[in-house]
């Protein structure tokens, strides 16, 4: 059984940083891509950023710039370092992993809440 466990959530002012980190246990095979989305009070969950495990990398166009995915699979962790955050990054975030084909095996972690000040 995958379990992703997120930390490094809590509430800073504007402009500040913080650092998410996701650790995964559990056996998973092949390519796969982790990532990171949130989820703000009533709207949808929306990507934040991935990274694949050939290390290939998206971003929202909202956080281009200002946020930094990154994974050690060695410790089998993915890390978002959030820098410049502004008060609508303000969201639980969630860490995700995915991998395989027919079937795709998708799972989730628990979130962490990041609240950005003004």
Same mark, same amino acid.
């Given at each position: 059984q ?12 504007a402009?500040g940083?913080?650092?998410?980190s996701? &650790? ?8 796969n ?6 989820? &703000? ?8 950023? @991935? ?8 971003? &929202?166009?909202?956080v281009k ?9 060695a410790k089998? @962790? ?6 410049? +955050?502004?008060?609508?990054? @303000?969201?639980v975030y +969630? ?19 990041v609240?950005?000040?003004?």
């Amino acid at each position: 059984q995958v379990q992703l466990v997120e930390s490094g959530g809590g509430l800073v002012q504007a402009g500040g940083s913080l650092r998410l980190s996701c &650790a995964r246990s559990g056996s998973i095979f092949g390519i796969n891509t982790m990532g990171w989305y949130r989820q &703000a009070p009533g709207k949808q969950r929306e990507l934040v950023a @991935t990274i694949t495990s050939g290390g290939n990398t998206n971003y &929202a166009d909202s956080v281009k710039g200002r946020f930094t995915i990154s994974r050690d699979n060695a410790k089998n @962790t993915v890390y978002l370092q959030m820098n410049g +955050l502004k008060p609508e990054d @303000t969201a639980v975030y +969630l860490c995700n992993v995915r991998f395989g084909t027919i079937p795709e095996y998708n799972y989730w972690g628990q979130g962490t809440q990041v609240t950005v000040s003004s």
